[in-house]
């Protein structure tokens, strides 16, 4: 069973950086795309970046383009996304989430693509 762990949140002033990792145990984490999400108190969650089994493919919302980047390293397991330049607008919870094919019906940062999670990640910018 595919067990998802999210760590590197934390409270960081505006314009600085994170990174978040997303840790995979019980299963080879290279037989899965992997997609960041992020849910802010109140509002609804939303896809931040997405990357393909292999890591040649990857994905941003309009709001991150530019300021994150998602990787992987299949030998370790785990997926990373970095975050610069960040702002207030960033603070929520950040998930990562894995599938082992996208169906096509959603878009591949849509929530209903990934049936395995993660507890979450709480990251703060604030001055």
């Known amino acids: 069973q595919l067990q998802l762990v999210e760590s590197g949140g934390g409270l960081v002033q505006p314009g600085g950086s994170l990174r978040l990792s997303c840790a995979a145990s019980?299963?080879?984490?290279?037989?899965?795309?992997i997609g960041w999400f992020r849910q802010a108190p109140g509002k609804e969650r939303e896809g931040v970046s997405c990357i393909n089994n292999s890591g040649r493919t990857t994905l941003y919302a309009d709001a991150v383009k530019g300021r994150f980047t998602i990787s992987r390293d299949n030998a370790k397991n785990t997926v990373y996304l970095q975050m610069n330049s960040l702002n207030p607008e960033d603070t929520a919870v950040y998930y990562c989430?894995?599938?082992?094919?996208?169906?096509?019906?959603?878009?591949?940062?849509?929530?209903?693509?990934?049936?395995?999670w993660g507890q979450g990640t709480q990251v703060t910018v604030s001055s």
């Open positions: 019980g299963v080879r984490l290279s037989s899965y795309a």
């Open positions: 989430a894995a599938t082992d094919g996208y169906s096509g019906d959603y878009w591949p940062l849509s929530a209903y693509e990934y049936a395995y």
